[in-house]
């Protein structure tokens, strides 16, 4: 479904219709927030579990192996709990989905490791803005 920018009485609209996508270059003074975003649903039918993993791994310096191993150490930890976090978050996938995706861990396990990537952004200077640097990434590649 595409979106079109009318002006109507001075102010601009925008209407579902099925013909042309809006650019923000061919309307000068309008913010990408003001567009319609994706819900997670269509989101996820566009990027798969495996592409989000790839760009984890790249930015975080470690293999998606890895990220999917039994490993305790810290970087790869700190890897899996970003990609914990962004499947739940950005793509709403299940907590019992999430866990099973890295290597068939319990649900339990995805909660925890959302609720420390959580902690780690509201404490760790740098940390927030990492994660979503690699948003954006994932974003900007599909």
Do not use: W
Not at 34 to 53: A, E, F, G, H, N
Not at 92 to 99: I, Q
């Amino acid at each position: 479904m595409f979106f079109y920018l009318v002006n109507t009485k001075n102010y601009l609209s925008l209407y579902k219709i099925k013909c042309m996508k809006i650019s923000p270059y061919v309307f000068p003074g309008i913010r990408l927030k003001d567009l319609p975003k994706l819900s997670k649903i269509q989101r996820r039918s566009k990027i798969r579990p495996q592409d989000i993993l790839k760009i984890v791994s790249e930015e975080c310096g470690v293999t998606s192996e890895d990220i999917l191993s039994r490993s305790r150490k810290g970087t790869i930890v700190n890897a899996r709990h970003i990609f914990c976090a962004i499947m739940k978050k950005e793509f709403g996938y299940s907590y019992e989905t999430v866990g099973n995706f890295v290597s068939g861990r319990d649900h339990t396990t995805a909660i925890h490791s959302i609720k420390t990537h959580k902690n780690r952004c509201e404490t760790e200077e740098g940390y927030e803005e990492h994660t979503q640097l690699i948003i954006n990434k994932i974003y900007s590649s599909y």
